[in-house]
T-cell receptor, first 116, second 112 residues
Framework: GAGVSQTPSNKVTEKGKYVELRCDPISGHTALYWYRQSLGQGPEFLIYFQGTGAADDSGLPNDRFFAVRPEGSVSTLKIQRTERGDSAVYLC??????????????FGEGSRLTVL | GESVGLHLPTLSVQEGDNSIINCAYSNSASDYFIWYKQESGKGPQFIIDIRSNMDKRQGQRVTVLLNKTVKHLSLQIAATQPGDSAVYFCAEFYSSASKIIFGSGTRLSIRP
């Protein structure tokens, strides 16, 4: 596709369950970002990949959150033992390269996670 | 710590008038400042950015002004249209970390 694709668009789960959110970036974009956005707030940085490696995971809130990008394209954000406070929209963005250029990130429409 | 904030959470503007959205920042080490537009149910969309060594940059119907002395950033939208209704975020980009930090946003609504 032409843009960043995220699936599922909506996910409702129960507290304690495991969740995976998928991001398919724009073809050829080496940099990939995950953000979390709560209602009425700006996106909060979680993790940044350059290629297959996590260049900066300082935004992951705790060890229940983990993300991978094994082939340098699609990324999966994994959340274990979900809590109600994890409810938010999880945004993925990609850029051609994340180093030393402007901040033109291309965002997907997000995955809305609701933990009951 | 570093923060990017906004003066006003909501702004209502008459259609056709100019809009000015303001933002204050606290970290003078940022390399770029960026404005994003987010419509309901969508991801943020890049509007315009400005390097920290500039004080003004113009795009199509938009102008960004940067005042480093008072750490203030503004987005001016000329001849505001209904399609401009959205939440606008200012953000800081640190090229050394390749990380963008967002502020909390201003909702712009257009009166007919």
């Amino acid at each position: 596709g032409a843009g960043v694709s995220q699936t599922p668009s909506n996910k409702v789960t129960e507290k304690g369950k495991y969740v995976e959110l998928r991001c398919d970036p724009i073809s050829g974009h080496t940099a990939l970002y995950w953000y979390r956005q709560s209602l009425g707030q700006g996106p909060e940085f979680l993790i940044y990949f350059q290629g297959t490696g996590a260049a900066d995971d300082s935004g992951l809130p705790n060890d229940r959150f983990f993300a991978v990008r094994p082939e340098g394209s699609v990324s999966t954000l994994k959340i274990q033992r979900t809590e109600r406070g994890d409810s938010a929209v999880y945004l993925c963005a990609s850029s051609l390269t994340g180093q030393g250029i402007t901040g033109e990130l291309f965002f997907g429409e997000g995955s809305r996670l609701t933990v009951l | 710590g570093e923060s990017v904030g906004l003066h006003l959470p909501t702004l209502s503007v008459q259609e056709g008038d100019n809009s000015i959205i303001n933002c204050a920042y606290s970290n003078s080490a940022s390399d770029y400042f960026i404005w994003y537009k987010q419509e309901s149910g969508k991801g943020p969309q890049f509007i315009i950015d400005i390097r920290s060594n500039m004080d003004k940059r113009q795009g199509q119907r938009v102008t960004v002004l940067l005042n480093k002395t008072v750490k203030h950033l503004s987005l001016q939208i000329a001849a505001t249209q209904p399609g401009d209704s959205a939440v606008y975020f200012c953000a800081e980009f640190y090229s050394s970390a390749s990380k963008i930090i967002f502020g909390s946003g201003t909702r712009l609504s257009i009166r007919p």
